[in-house]
């Protein structure tokens, strides 16, 4: 499984960006990308990383990190190979690379977040950087 992020870039507090992952290498039939959920993660410097947003592969239901509900929007165009992040309303903390990733049946409610295994693939990252 490949992914890759693109989108990233310079905004001003209360901006928007939409960031993209293109992925692929998903396998046809019953494991294919319908049994993966795809997830956006964010780290900033000197803090752990954050899950901020993902879809679960097998109904398209979407999960949100507390600090970006009513803000951020995921989608996903399955015939495309890519899952968007819809950014809005961005505020400095939303600083930082900006990761799209991957695993099986991944994706699932967690009560202020979502949760998300250990392992799975990842994409190289893309740079949102909000000024205020």
């Known amino acids: 499984v490949e992914l890759v992020e693109s989108g990233g870039g310079s905004v001003q507090a209360g901006g928007s960006l939409r960031l993209s992952c293109a992925y692929s290498?998903?396998?046809?039939?019953?494991?294919?990308?319908?049994?993966?959920?795809i997830g956006w993660f964010r780290q900033a410097p000197g803090k752990e990383r954050e899950g901020v947003s993902c879809?679960?592969?097998?109904?398209?239901?979407?999960h949100y990190g507390e600090s970006v509900k009513g803000r951020f929007t995921i989608s996903r165009d399955i015939a495309a190979g890519m899952v968007y992040l819809q950014m809005n309303n961005l505020k400095p903390e939303d600083t930082g690379v900006y990761y799209c990733?991957?695993?099986?049946?991944?994706?699932?409610?967690?009560?202020?977040?979502?949760?998300?295994?250990?392992?799975?693939?990842w994409g190289r990252g893309t740079q949102v950087t909000v000024s205020s």
């Open positions: 990733a991957a695993e099986a049946l991944a994706c699932t409610y967690g009560g202020s977040g979502f949760i998300w295994p250990a392992s799975g693939s």
């Open positions: 879809v679960r592969g097998s109904d398209g239901v979407p």
């Open positions: 290498g998903f396998s046809a039939g019953a494991f294919g990308v319908k049994a993966f959920g």
